[in-house]
């Protein structure tokens, strides 16, 4: 296609200027045994985050997506801790990471995929933080209840002491 056809299409349609404004970057999913500690995931979420600084890499985003059952089984394990990586790079950084998640015992699969796209934004959703989170607002909730219920009682007590004292003031007044 001609430059000036290029542009001309661009003009008219905004929308695949946006289109060719996506960029590379890698996904890294990896999957840890099972039957690792919560702690024990996150030294290894950091290890492999700080690893890939170190190479040279940026890291776009790093999510836990929890225990899931495996399709098949792996190394005699039936689940496994799934984590997503996504970085950017200029490609040599891969080699190295994956040789240090081959290495691991606890990993027990790994694989890397090149994507074009939009990068994707950073979302906390490890699993430990959101409980916590899920903790908290359920506090929060739980105490909001309990101060409503105390009003509530209140309110009712002095209705009824409103009530009562207009019944002793009829029964005076007769």
Known sequence: MHRRSLNKLLSQRPCLKIMTNHQLYYETMY???PDIAE??????????????????????DSQMRGKRRLAYQIAKHREGIYVQL????????????EKA?????DVIRYMTVKQEGPLPSPR??????NQVEKKENENI???????S???????TKSAVSDTSSQKIKDSEES
């Open 31 to 33: 999957i840890l045994r």
């Open 39 to 60: 702690d024990e995931v996150s030294n290894h979420i950091d290890k492999y985050n700080k690893l890939l600084e170190k190479l040279g890499g940026k890291i776009l």
């Open 86 to 97: 996504s970085h950017q790079g200029d490609g040599q950084h891969i080699f190295k990471i």
């Open 101 to 105: 998640m081959r290495l691991s015992e």
């Open 124 to 129: 906390s959703s490890n699993k430990g933080t």
């Open 141 to 147: 909730d739980s105490t909001t209840k309990a101060e």
């Open 149 to 155: 219920t105390v009003k509530k009682s209140s309110d």
